[in-house]
């Protein structure tokens, strides 16, 4: 098993523009297993991720912000499977 590095207290958790710092995203990664990306829009059928993966919609509004992918793929496709939390 990898050695896990915890993040820095020296450092904020995300930067001035709000985005996750990266060394506690890859600590956060190594003890949760889960990855978190964010953009715009829905992530079906433009985002490739695996299992696990959380995504935020930076442009959603009340009920269209969060997703979760919970199939691999579907019929190949690595950015199908996307579930709306």
């Known amino acids: 098993m990898a050695e896990i590095i915890n993040p ?5 958790i995300v930067n001035d523009e709000g985005q996750s710092n990266r060394e506690f995203t890859l600590w956060l990664q190594q003890m949760t297993g889960l990855q978190i990306l964010s953009g715009s829009g829905s992530p079906e059928t433009v985002v490739a991720a695996s299992q696990k993966t959380l995504y935020m919609n930076t442009a959603g509004t009340a009920g269209s912000i969060l997703y979760i992918k919970r199939d691999a793929s579907i019929g190949g496709d690595k950015t199908k499977g996307w579930i709306l939390v």
């Open 8 to 12: 820095s207290p020296n450092y904020p």
